[in-house]
């Protein structure tokens, strides 16, 4: 056979035999992707895996936590939401607010939070109702941060609306005989301890049975994120509250 023949046959199985490998693949199957027409082949489309959500975690009474700074705009905007849920849900789920502050030496006179030692100070002044007066709390809590808190630059017009506060709650006393001794430190020093154990560095932060609360900032959205975590949803959890958005997305 002529030899130019020969190898023009050669040339054809050649190409043959590649096409087939191209289309086919090693198993001898079309490979995934090819189009067995031509032998072009796609790339497999890359999958996304789809995102996990964490599970509620839910209890027959929640626990909420709020951690605060007595001074912080966005910690006081968020009392002011946070106060209608209290009084709704008191009864079915446990409330704390906890202040984050630093607490060095033996007594108040040290203490700093991020606005300085005054509100350090008005941290542990609110600890001491909370401890003593736990039913006067929110109560002055909601007027402290309504007549109060804008003047917690000038210390002589801010003590002056404290006290007219606590007269009107009839806590004044009590209040000064926490905050004469050194209970009032050890109250705080005591919230640093629980803050700095649990990692919580921003004001407000609020937690529902040890899970971050990342919703709206309305008493509506609060109150829903709370009643989600109930093994039973308590009747109160029906009460529709305001939606209103009067507490900004930023912290201290």
């Keep these: 056979m002529n030899r130019g023949i020969i190898a023009g046959i050669v040339v054809i199985v050649i190409a043959i035999v590649l096409f087939a490998v191209a289309v086919l693949g090693t198993s001898g199957s079309p490979s995934p992707g090819c189009d067995p027409r031509d032998g072009t082949c796609t790339p497999p489309a890359l999958t996304t895996p789809s995102p996990t959500t964490t599970p509620v975690v839910k209890t027959a009474r929640p ?19 946070m106060k209608p849920v209290v009084a709704l849900l008191a009864n079915s789920t446990d409330f704390r607010v906890y202040y984050i502050a630093n607490v060095p030496g033996t007594d108040l006179s040290t203490a700093k939070s991020l606005h300085g030692n005054a509100e350090a100070i008005e941290d542990a002044r609110q600890l001491c109702i909370l401890a003593h007066s736990p ?30 506060v ?81 507490a900004a997305s930023g912290s201290c």
């Design 63 to 81: 626990t909420v936590e709020l951690y605060v700074m007595s001074f912080c705009p966005f910690g006081v905007q968020v009392e002011k939401v």
């Design 135 to 164: 039913a006067s709390y929110w109560e002055y809590l909601g007027a402290f941060d309504t007549q109060c808190y804008s003047l917690w630059m000038n210390q002589t017009q801010l003590g002056a609306c404290q006290q007219n």
């Design 166 to 246: 606590t007269d009107q709650l009839g806590i004044t006393e009590t209040v000064k005989e926490c905050m004469t001794g050194n209970e009032g430190y050890e109250l705080l020093k005591a919230d640093s301890a629980a803050v700095n154990g649990a990692g919580i560095t921003s004001s407000p932060t609020i937690m529902i049975n040890g899970q971050k609360y990342t919703g709206r900032r309305t008493s509506e959205s609060i109150k829903q994120g709370i009643c989600d975590h109930f093994d039973a949803t308590p009747e109160a959890c029906s009460t529709v509250l305001s939606t209103e958005v009067v």
